[in-house]
């Protein structure tokens, strides 16, 4: 069964940290990235990795959030640092650019709340 699957949310203050984690399964994928929804917004990108290292950021998130990945257990993470009531959502994982598995794959998601 190819699946993502997060882990790692909760309530942190303002300016703490948190670690997300996605564990997938069931095929390679050539791309994982982090995608957020807020309450009222539309989903949308925060960091992604893909073949080679290369690596892609919201601006919102720069310098303060780090994407990065261990293929030999196929999971992605995400070191969130700084953090802000604007950080606030439900972060999802996303899998995609499996040779034997098209399309994507997303996790249920994982909720961050940032709040004093």
């Known amino acids: 069964q190819v699946q993502a699957v997060e882990s790692g949310g909760g309530l942190v203050q303002p300016g703490g940290s948190l670690r997300l984690s996605c564990a997938a399964s069931g095929s390679i994928f050539s791309f994982m990235g982090w995608y957020r929804q807020a309450p009222g917004k539309e989903r949308e990108l925060v960091a992604a990795?893909?073949?080679?290292?290369?690596?892609n950021y919201a601006d919102s998130v720069k310098g303060r959030f780090t994407i990065s990945r261990d293929t030999a257990v196929n999971s992605v993470y995400l070191q969130m640092n700084s953090l802000k009531p604007e950080d606030t959502a439900v972060y999802y994982c996303?899998?995609?650019?499996?040779?034997?598995?098209?399309?994507?794959?997303w996790g249920q998601g994982t909720q961050v709340t940032v709040s004093s």
């Open positions: 990795t893909a073949s080679g290292g290369r690596t």
């Open positions: 996303k899998a995609a650019g499996s040779y034997y598995y098209p399309g994507d794959y």
